[in-house]
């Protein structure tokens, strides 16, 4: 038996006794808002601004906003018949898929990927309700239902619409100091402050577009933005730089050519 605490924890009840689970032992936060049991044993937990954690036999993984989960706040969690977990914030409802998370645990991922669903997406409201109780259920046809502040949202997973267009991304400005510059000017030595200024041309949830960045010959490696639109450099050295960005739209379709 799993008992989910506010402020105590995760508590596991057998024959042999009870055994506690807390942020000591990797939990993300004491306070738990949803619990649930897959199919090869392992327990997701739902918390209270502490992401998505899991035990796999004695051993406690967390994910959260500083992975790429969507938000840290996790009230109810369902899964698919693809292996994707369903989550519900005060945000919207945002999906996972359980492979993607194995691949970011083994280093083959270098951040989790979500799809998330809102307004945009026919919910009447991106609050969902829960606390500790459940609310969420999936129900004999493989439905969704979850309780929201403007009533119930009902969910069918595999007739959810997918944005397939690959995002063009383009840069729209670059400043120096403060000032527009063109693309074309070469920048005088001891620059303070460049800021790059790029867009996805998407009309579909814009807002939920997930950007990366790297300046060749100065970054190793990209870096994750978010929906961020502008990277700031400040202090470099003087040298020739090639900035990039590129871009995934809201069903997480990536622009890997990018700008």
């Given amino acids: 038996l799993w008992v989910g605490t506010i402020e105590s924890g995760v508590r596991r009840v057998s024959p042999f006794g009870v055994t506690t689970y807390n942020t000591s032992d990797g939990l993300?936060?004491?306070t738990i808002a949803a619990l649930y049991e897959d199919k090869e044993g392992t327990?997701?937990?739902g918390t209270y601004q502490g992401g998505l954690s899991?035990?796999?036999g004695n051993t406690v993984q967390t994910y959260s906003t500083r992975d790429g989960l969507f938000n840290d706040v996790v009230y109810t969690i369902l899964e698919d018949s693809e292996r994707n977990l369903w989550l519900s914030c005060n945000k919207g409802l945002f999906r996972v898929s359980i492979d993607q998370l194995n691949a970011f645990d083994a280093g083959q991922a270098d951040n989790i990927e979500n799809i998330v669903y809102d307004i945009n997406d026919g919910?009447?409201?991106h609050e969902f309700n829960g606390g500790v109780q459940?609310?969420?259920w999936r129900d004999g046809s493989g439905q969704f239902w979850f309780a929201t502040v403007e009533g119930v949202a009902m969910v069918d997973p595999r007739n959810m619409p997918t944005n397939s267009t690959i995002p063009p991304v383009v840069i729209e400005g670059i400043r120096v100091d403060g000032e527009h510059v063109s693309r074309a000017d070469t920048l005088n030595a001891g620059?303070?402050?460049?800021?790059?200024e790029y867009a996805a041309l998407t009309f579909i949830n814009p807002s939920e577009v997930d950007y990366q960045y790297m300046l060749v010959g100065y970054d190793n490696d990209w870096t994750d933005a978010g929906p961020s639109r502008t990277a700031t450099y400040t202090n470099m050295d003087p040298g020739e730089y090639t900035f990039r960005v590129r871009a995934a739209n809201s069903d997480g379709v990536w622009n890997m050519e990018g700008m």
């Fill in 191 to 196: 620059t303070a402050k460049i800021e790059f």
């Fill in 123 to 125: 919910l009447r409201s």
């Fill in 134 to 136: 459940p609310a969420g």
């Fill in 54 to 56: 899991r035990i796999v």
């Fill in 43 to 45: 327990v997701w937990i």
């Fill in 28 to 30: 993300g936060s004491n």
